[in-house]
C-alpha cells in the first residue's frame, strides 16, 4: 500500500511540475502513479512506466510527451514513456486517433509496409483489425511484418493486444491505382512547374549578363604550366595545376550574390573537388558552360576547406582541353582482334557497356571484337546492336569457370589387390609451387602394410638460396636447418630406392607426383611408373557430404593425429593412418584394385572442385545454341558460387566453339606454373586459342608471393 501511495504521490507531484490543465487532472490522471523508473546512465535516457485507469485521448498523450521532453531536458538527452491502464476498455473509441502515429513509428522500421498502411482506413473491432491489400504478395508481407510490430507499438500507449484479419480485395486494388495516377499527374505538374521557374531564371541571367559564351571553356589566363598528379597532393598548395575529366558538376547562387561552381576533376590516380567563385556577370555566365564529360586543366591553390571538411582546390584559371585518346597505331591488316573483353555485365571486372566497348573497336579500326563476361551473356543484345550500328563483327563468347569432373584417383592403373599391398605415403616441401622452377626442400615417406608403419624415410634437401618467408611462415623450415643437408638430387635418389615399387600415396598426389617426375627427369630417370593413389580425390568420392577435403579436416573427421600440418613427415604420418581408413571404406563400395579405384570417375560432389578459367568463343550458330546450353545449364544444375561448366559437359557440347586457354586463372597458366612442360602441352591441345597476358598483368602476378621472381613469368611465356 506504502509503494502504491509513494508512486501516486510522486505522479501528482510530477504532473505540477509539468502544469497539466485542472480538467485533464480530473479527468485522465486520477489514481495515476509512477510503476517505475528505469535509468540508462550511457545513453543519457530515463523511462518511466505510468500506470493509469484508461487509454488517454492521443492528443493528451501527445501533450504529456512534448512536456516531459521539454521539462527534463537539462538533465537527460531522451525521455521516453509506457502507458499501463487498469481498464482497456476505450480502446476501439481511440485507436482511429492512434493509427497515424502508429503507422509513423512503424513506417521508420519498416518502410516497405507504408504505402500499405497509408491507404488503410482502420475499424478497431472486438479488438480485431481488418487489413486490406492489392495482392497476395502485400499480404504476405503484411502478415509476416505486422504483427508484432503493430502490438509493441501499440502496447507503449496502453492498448491491449490485438489480432489482424487479412484481406485480399480488387476493389482496393482499383483504389492504389488511382491514387497512384493522381500521385504521377501531380508530380509531372510539379515538375513542368519547376522546369518553368528554371527557365524563367535562365532567362533572367542572360538578359543580366548576356548570352553563354560559345566555344571552348576558359576562365582566368592560358595554363602553361605542367598538370602534377592529383594523387601527390598531400596538403596544402599555393599554386598547383592539374587536368582531368569532370564527373561532377553544379552551380550555386550566394547571398552575396555572387556565383559558385562547385566541380569534382579526376585524373583516374585520384579525384579532386573544385571551386570557383565568380567575379563578375560575364563569369557567371561563363560557368553555364561546364558540365560533366568534359575534360580541363585547372589552376589554383590547395586548402583545407571547412564545409567540405576535405582539401579542395579555389580554382583561379581553368581552361577546357582536348583528352589525349588511346589509338591503335598498327596498319591494316595487322590490327588485332581482342578475344577477352567484359562489359558491365561480368561482375567487379568492368566498367564499360558493350556499346562503349565496340565503338573504341571501331575507332581503332578494328574489324571484330568478342564479348566474354563471365558466365554470362546478358550483353549480347546489345553488343548485337551496337555490332550492327558500328560495322564491327561481335564475336558471342564467354569466360567460363571449367571443373574437372574426371580427375583420377588413380594414376598408373595396376591390377593389385588393395588388401595386400604395401604403400610408401610420401610427401614434399617445396621452395614455391612451380615443379619446373621450385626444388624439394623436404620428402618424408612412410612405409605401410595392413595399417602399420614397417619404415621412415625423412630428409631435408639443401636448394643453395635463402627460402621465401612465405614458405619458412607456412613450413617452418629455416635456412640454418637446411645448411647441412644434401642437394635434393640425392634425397631423391635415396627416396627412389626407399620407395621400390610400391604403390605411392600422396595428399593431392598432382602436386607432389609433379615434383617428383620433374627432380626423376633432371636425373636422367624415367617418370615413376609405381601405382599412384590420391588421397584427396579419394576422400571426394568417398565423403561428398564434408565441407572440404583437406587433410587437416579429413584427420580432424577420423580423429587422426595431425601434429605439424605442412611439415612432410608428420604429414605423411598422418596421411598414411588416413589412406589406410579410406581403403577399406573403398572396399565396401567394391573397389577391391588399384585398376577399379577410377571407375566412379566424375560421379562425386563436384561442388568442392576448385574452377579454372577458359574462354569459350563461338564459330557459328550451331556453337551459340551449344553456348546457351552450357551457360544456361552452369546456372541451373552446376552452380556452387559462381555457374561452373563440367569438362565433359564441354565435350558434349563442344561443337562449334573454339576453346581459349583464359586468364592467370586458367588451366594452362597453372599448368605451366606448378607442373611440367609436357602437361602443359598436353592442356595446350585441347585449347584453339592462347591468352597472351599483357605487362601489366605479368608485373602484377609478379609481386604476389607465389610468383616472387619475375623472370619465371618470362620464361613461360618465352616458352609458350
Not at 492498448?159 to 482499383?174: G, H, M, N, Y
Not at 592560358?222 to 596544402?236: A, K
Not at 565441407?547 to 579436416?553: E, Q, S, V
Request: include cysteine.
Amino acid at each position: 500500500m506504502t509503494s502504491t501511495t509513494n508512486g501516486m504521490d510522486r505522479f501528482e507531484l510530477l504532473l505540477k511540475h509539468l502544469e497539466v490543465p485542472t480538467e485533464w487532472m480530473e479527468r485522465y490522471f486520477t489514481h495515476g502513479e509512477i510503476d517505475k523508473l528505469s535509468v540508462f546512465r550511457s545513453e543519457r535516457r530515463w523511462h518511466f512506466d505510468f500506470l493509469l485507469d484508461g487509454i488517454l485521448p492521443y492528443q493528451v498523450y501527445e501533450w504529456l510527451e512534448e512536456r516531459l521532453k521539454a521539462h527534463f531536458q537539462a538533465v537527460v538527452s531522451q525521455i521516453t514513456f509506457t502507458v499501463h491502464v487498469r481498464d482497456a476498455s476505450g480502446a476501439e473509441h481511440f485507436f482511429s486517433d492512434y493509427w497515424q502515429p502508429v503507422c509513423e513509428r512503424i513506417c521508420n522500421e519498416f518502410p516497405a509496409l507504408k504505402v500499405c498502411l497509408q491507404r488503410q482506413n482502420p475499424q478497431l473491432n472486438e479488438r480485431q483489425l481488418m487489413i486490406s491489400t492489392t495482392s497476395d504478395t502485400e499480404a504476405g508481407l503484411i502478415k509476416r511484418k505486422l504483427p508484432k510490430v503493430l502490438n509493441e507499438k501499440l502496447r507503449t500507449f496502453g492498448f491491449p493486444p490485438i489480432s489482424l484479419e487479412i484481406k485480399v480485395s480488387s476493389e482496393e486494388r482499383t483504389k492504389a491505382y488511382d491514387s497512384f495516377v493522381k500521385q504521377r499527374e501531380a508530380e509531372d505538374k510539379q515538375k513542368v512547374a519547376q522546369a518553368m521557374i528554371e527557365m524563367q531564371k535562365m532567362k533572367e541571367t542572360e538578359h543580366a549578363g548576356g548570352d553563354v559564351p560559345q566555344g571552348p571553356f576558359k576562365i582566368g589566363y592560358d595554363i602553361h604550366d605542367e598538370p602534377v598528379s592529383i594523387e601527390t597532393i598531400q596538403d596544402e598548395e599555393r599554386r598547383i595545376t592539374i587536368q582531368g575529366y569532370i564527373f561532377d558538376s553544379e552551380m550555386r547562387e550566394l547571398r552575396s550574390g555572387r556565383t559558385l561552381l562547385l566541380f569534382k576533376i579526376t585524373d583516374y590516380s585520384d579525384s579532386l573537388m573544385v571551386k570557383v567563385f565568380s567575379r563578375d556577370k560575364e563569369d557567371a555566365a561563363k560557368f553555364a558552360q561546364m558540365h560533366k564529360g568534359m575534360w580541363a586543366k585547372v589552376r589554383g591553390g590547395v586548402q583545407n576547406d571547412s564545409f567540405a571538411r576535405d582539401l579542395v582546390m579555389i580554382a583561379n584559371d581553368i581552361e577546357e582541353i582536348t583528352p589525349d585518346v588511346k589509338k591503335d597505331t598498327a596498319p591494316e591488316g595487322h590490327k588485332r582482334i581482342e578475344l577477352h573483353a567484359h562489359t558491365v555485365m561480368s561482375q567487379m571486372d568492368s566498367v564499360v557497356t558493350a556499346s562503349a566497348l565496340i565503338k573504341r573497336a571501331k575507332q581503332w579500326g578494328h574489324s571484330a571484337i568478342a564479348i566474354t563476361d563471365h558466365g554470362v551473356a546478358q550483353s549480347y543484345p546489345e553488343a548485337y546492336t551496337a555490332g550492327q550500328k558500328n560495322g564491327v563483327k561481335v564475336i558471342y563468347g564467354v569466360e567460363a569457370n571449367l571443373i574437372d569432373d574426371g580427375v583420377p584417383i588413380a594414376y598408373n592403373l595396376a591390377h593389385r589387390q588393395l588388401a595386400d599391398e604395401t604403400y610408401v605415403v610420401f610427401d614434399v616441401e617445396t621452395t614455391g609451387l612451380s615443379a619446373v622452377y621450385d626444388t624439394i626442400i623436404e620428402l618424408a615417406a612412410v612405409k605401410i602394410k595392413n595399417g602399420e608403419v614397417l619404415e621412415k624415410f625423412d630428409q631435408f634437401a639443401n636448394p643453395h638460396h635463402p627460402l621465401p618467408q612465405k614458405i619458412i611462415e607456412l613450413t617452418s623450415i629455416t635456412d640454418e636447418m637446411l645448411t647441412d643437408a644434401p642437394d635434393a638430387d640425392q634425397v631423391v635418389q635415396e627416396f627412389k630406392h626407399f620407395a621400390g615399387d610400391a604403390v605411392l600415396v600422396a595428399h593431392n598426389a598432382t602436386f607432389d607426383m609433379g615434383f617428383l617426375n620433374t627432380a626423376y627427369q633432371k636425373l636422367g630417370y624415367e617418370k615413376a611408373d609405381n601405382p599412384v593413389i590420391d588421397t584427396l580425390e579419394l576422400g571426394r568420392f568417398l565423403y561428398p557430404e564434408f565441407k572440404n577435403h583437406k587433410l587437416d579436416t579429413l584427420c580432424k573427421a577420423f580423429n587422426i593425429e595431425l601434429t605439424h600440418h605442412h611439415r612432410a613427415i608428420y604429414d605423411t604420418e598422418a596421411t598414411g593412418y588416413l589412406a589406410w581408413k579410406m581403403l577399406k571404406d573403398a572396399a565396401e563400395k567394391g573397389m577391391q584394385y588399384h585398376d577399379q579405384l577410377n571407375d566412379n570417375l566424375g560421379k562425386g560432389n563436384l561442388d568442392r572442385i576448385r574452377p579454372s578459367h577458359i574462354i569459350l568463343l563461338v564459330k557459328n550458330q550451331i556453337g551459340l545454341k551449344n553456348l546457351y546450353k552450357l551457360i544456361s545449364l552452369s546456372h541451373v544444375k552446376y552452380f556452387y558460387r559462381v555457374p561452373r561448366i563440367p569438362r565433359s559437359l564441354l565435350t558434349k557440347y563442344r561443337e562449334g566453339i573454339l576453346v581459349g586457354s583464359g586468364c592467370d586463372k586458367g588451366e594452362l597458366f597453372e599448368t605451366m606454373m606448378q607442373k611440367s612442360a609436357e602437361l602443359a602441352e598436353k592442356s595446350l591441345s585441347s585449347t584453339i586459342t592462347l591468352k597472351y597476358s599483357r605487362r601489366p598483368t605479368i608485373n602484377i602476378l609478379s609481386r604476389k608471393e607465389s610468383f616472387a621472381m619475375n623472370w619465371r613469368l618470362k620464361m613461360l611465356w618465352s616458352s609458350l
